[in-house]
């Protein structure tokens, strides 16, 4: 069993990969929620095995290298790009979604999953790959038939990226001066030495603070 099972993996390439966040939808509570045991980043890859064409997508946990996902990528299957950052795609079972590190990560990823997704469909028809145009196929001007999985979810709710630390006034060292500051200066400057003439006082005009 295990010769089969690495005769099988010694044939597969990844033809892309990227950090992602796996979710999956759960029906029952309409809401996504991490797979496997906890949150977290994966490394996520697209293998396709050289010898039969079949593709397949397999994502391990950066941290502990859970295995989060590895699902078959069948021919007319509708990959979703909901927003620059967070795809989506469903199989008979469930419904599928990574949330990417980057937008760079996503369009590389997104872009091999079409190419992937376009061969099944052309090996299946039978007929000649058809050039690629803006990541879409060109043919006799009509877009591949996908099968009609149900409808996919949207995104889940994107978390607020932190603002940049704005400082405040106190942060940068600046804040309303008040009675003793100002009682604490001149009491400093009449302590130094006078060695140019008179003292000159000094009138502060900023606005006392209580």
């Excluded at 000649?128 to 949207?154: E, F, K, S, T, W």
Aim: include cysteine; hydrophobic fraction near 35%; aromatic fraction near 6%.
């Amino acid at each position: 069993m295990s010769l089969i099972h690495n005769s099988f993996a010694d044939s597969e390439q990844s033809i892309a990969s990227a950090r992602a966040s796996v979710m999956i939808y759960d029906e029952t509570n309409k809401k996504w929620v991490p797979s496997g045991s906890s949150s977290g980043l994966s490394k996520v890859h697209i293998y396709q095995h050289v010898v039969n064409n079949t593709f397949r997508v397999v994502g391990r946990k950066l941290h502990d290298q859970e295995v989060v996902i590895n699902c078959s990528i069948l021919k007319g299957l509708k990959y979703n790009q909901a927003t620059p950052t967070f795809h989506q795609w469903r199989d008979n079972r469930q419904v599928y979604g990574l949330n990417f590190s980057s937008k760079d990560d996503a369009e590389a990823f997104a872009f091999a999953m079409m190419h992937a997704v376009e061969l099944l469909n052309n090996m299946a028809s039978g007929s000649q790959r058809p050039p690629m145009v803006n990541g879409n196929a060109m043919g006799n001007g009509h877009a591949p038939q996908q099968q009609h999985l149900g409808m996919i979810p949207g995104p889940p709710p994107q978390q607020p990226h932190p603002h940049p630390h704005h400082p405040s006034d106190e942060d940068m060292g600046y804040r309303s001066m008040t009675r003793d500051d100002v009682a604490m200066i001149q009491e400093r400057r009449m302590s130094q030495p006078q060695t140019q003439g008179n003292l000159i006082l000094i009138h502060f005009n900023l606005p006392l603070s209580s």
